[in-house]
C-alpha cells in the first residue's frame, strides 16, 4: 500500500468528535434516552471520546458499551474457520432507548447491518442512530449515518487508515492506495 495523504490529523478528529457530541445532544433533546456503544476495534476509543465529550458538555453521566460482531458477519466463512472472539460489553438495558452506534468508517456498510443484528439481540431499542468518523462511500445496503465526522469520497482501491493512541499510539485518518 501507498500513503497518498493524511485526511485527518488529532485535532480534526477531535473537532469532529465535539460537533458528533453537540449533534447527538441536540438530535435526541438532551442525553436521557442515550446508550452509546462501539464497534470493535476502533469504534470503541470513538465511542468513548464522544461520550465523555457529551459528558463535559451536560455534566452528566452517559452509558456506554462495546459490540463484537464477529459471529454477526455476513462472510465469516470466508474470512476465517476459526474466528477469534472478542467480548461484547453492554452492561445497561437499551430496551426503549436511542442506541447510537460508533464506527471510524463507513464503508459497504455490512459492518454496520452486522452490529444492528447484534444490538436487537441484547433487546429492542427505541431506536438505533449511526456516529461515523469517516464516511467513505460505496454503500453495498441501504445504510446511511446519522452523524459524520468527515466525508472522503474514495475509489474502491484506496483503503482509510484510522489510529486512535488507544490502539495504535497516535491519532490520525490517512488514506493510502
Do not use: W
Not at 476495534?41 to 465529550?53: L, N, S
Not at 461515523?132 to 472522503?152: F, M, Q, S, T
Amino acid at each position: 500500500m501507498d500513503y497518498k495523504a493524511q485526511i485527518m490529523d488529532e485535532k480534526a478528529i477531535q473537532r469532529a468528535i465535539t460537533r458528533i457530541a453537540h449533534e447527538i445532544i441536540e438530535n435526541n433533546k438532551g442525553i436521557d434516552e442515550i446508550v452509546i456503544v462501539g464497534i470493535k476495534t476502533r469504534g470503541v476509543p470513538f465511542a468513548k471520546r464522544i461520550v465523555d465529550k457529551i459528558e463535559s458538555i451536560e455534566k452528566e453521566k452517559v452509558d456506554v458499551g462495546n459490540i463484537d460482531i464477529t459471529l454477526y458477519r455476513d462472510d465469516l466463512t470466508e474470512v476465517d474457520k476459526n474466528p477469534i472472539l472478542n467480548k461484547t460489553s453492554v452492561e445497561c438495558n437499551i430496551n426503549n432507548k436511542i442506541v447510537i452506534l460508533a464506527d471510524d468508517v463507513l464503508y459497504t456498510g455490512r459492518t454496520v447491518r452486522a452490529a444492528m443484528d447484534a444490538i436487537m439481540d441484547l433487546g429492542r431499542p427505541k431506536a438505533i442512530q449511526l456516529a461515523i468518523l469517516i464516511d467513505r462511500g460505496h454503500r453495498e445496503l441501504p445504510i446511511r449515518a446519522d452523524y459524520v465526522g468527515k466525508n472522503v469520497p474514495t475509489s474502491k482501491q484506496e483503503v482509510v487508515h484510522v489510529q486512535f493512541d488507544e490502539i495504535d499510539g497516535k491519532n490520525d485518518v490517512t488514506i493510502s492506495e
